[in-house]
């Protein structure tokens, strides 16, 4: 009995010593360490002493107090840790502390962030689990040179970019000069782009290292109007589209998500993919738009609209050499929509609806917010989405060509007048030329009037 009693006390004490506090388990309590260093760490047993949820799963931390006698930009890494973990690194002390970065899962479930330190500062190191989870790891810091001093930190000295190109950047502290929107944009720098064409243009950061976010404005600095920002368009990367006045200067702002920053690449483009590419008495265009809204508008900038599908014909064709022009797998906007009245889809130009394309199960309103067809590059069928689609992010465009190309051979000419005069004097039903369902003088003289307008 007493062999199993001091068995009991034994095991109680190992259980208490296995689940005591770190003695860093508190901010107040912050190892004290300094420079590049590998350290083993362990949190089981911590409790929740960090400022809120930060980066909103941050539990059972322990804590660092780091500083290095030369500024520069730190990497703080738990990679290769036993479990999974979340970090935070803070300016100030520990009754006053300000959030500088965090990271949740960055290297499978374990954590790596970076940010720019300054000489001889103390930052706080918070490293914990999600949600609370334990184990052991490796706490790695490695600091590098400091990025150049930034230029353009602030709008008035944004640095000029011209024509359709590409510029590298790292917004490596910089600071938020301008309006915080989409995103939360943060640590921005600042560009100026004038356009040598009027149309849609893209500009995007896609394949930069790091979260962030683009707004673009016209106007000045102390007055700029916001046209288009976006967060997350090519996976944590950033893509705008908008239409732009031939030689018209905008203000474009880069920054990071909550502030984060890195190195890029920011590239400006012709919104126009292909075009255009003649069917029947149309053109055909394909663009970049990622609201329906958007999309016609630049329809509308090219004399045209949003297309307006008559035929399976006319469907294939826009889906495989227009949509699908690069045999790239794409979902566009058409201009089929129920925006007036639920339930009845009509064409943004006006014309009568005698094909759709629906696919399976739709058109069916999901969440009442669904009244805007995307065509899907992989079938050609139809769906009603909102009009803001994350996936749907090109506008197939219809501009109509001359309606006095009567044999659509692509060009109005004396061979369309003689054979509408046949058709005409044959009375056939093609000469109904303003479709009031009668071949008579009327459709001549609109034909004439027609043929005029495209010499």
Known sequence: MRRTAFALAGLAGLSSAALAQPANDNCSNAQAISGPL???????????????????????????????????????????????TAVTVYSGTCGVLTEVNCNDDDCGLQSELTFSANAGETYYIAVGGFLGETGA??????????????????????????GFSSVSFDNSGATTDGPVNCGSIGADIWYTWTSPVGGPVVVNTCGSFYDSVISVYQGACNDL?????????????SSASFLAEAGRTYFIQ????????????????SGILTGPVPFGASEYYLASALRWDDARAIAQSLGGDLAAIASFEENEFLRSSVLGFDG?????????????????????????VGFTNWNSGEPNNANGT??????????????????????????LIEVPGCRADFNNDGQ??????????????????????????????FDFLDFVAAFSECE
Do not use: K
């Not at 880069?254 to 483009?269: D, H, I, K, M």
């Open 38 to 84: 590998s350290l083993p760490f362990d949190n089981t047993g911590a409790t929740d002493d960090n400022p809120g949820d930060n980066c909103f799963v941050l539990g059972a931390d322990i804590w660092y107090a780091w500083s290095n006698p030369t500024a520069g930009t730190v990497t703080v890494s738990l990679c290769g840790s036993l479990f999974d």
């Open 137 to 162: 790891g490796t706490l790695n810091i490695t600091v590098s040179d400091p990025p150049p001093p930034l230029t353009n930190d602030n709008c008035a000295d944004a640095i000029a970019v011209t």
């Open 225 to 237: 109007s916001l046209l288009v920002c976006n967060d997350d368009s090519c996976g944590l990367q």
């Open 254 to 269: 880069v920054g990071g998500f909550l502030g984060e920053a890195g190195p890029g690449t920011l590239s400006f483009s």
């Open 328 to 352: 790239q797998d794409r979902r566009g906007w058409i201009g089929f929509n129920d925006a007036a009245v639920e339930g009845t889809f009509v064409w943004s130009n006006g014309e009568a």
């Open 370 to 395: 669904e009244h805007y067809a995307e065509m899907l590059g992989s079938s050609g069928t139809w769906n009603d989405v909102p009009i803001n689609h994350g996936p749907t992010r090109f506008a």
């Open 412 to 441: 109005a000419d004396f061979f369309d007048y003689l054979d509408f005069a046949s058709a005409f004097s044959a009375e056939d039903p093609s000469a109904d030329f303003n479709d009031d369902g009668q071949v008579d003088f």
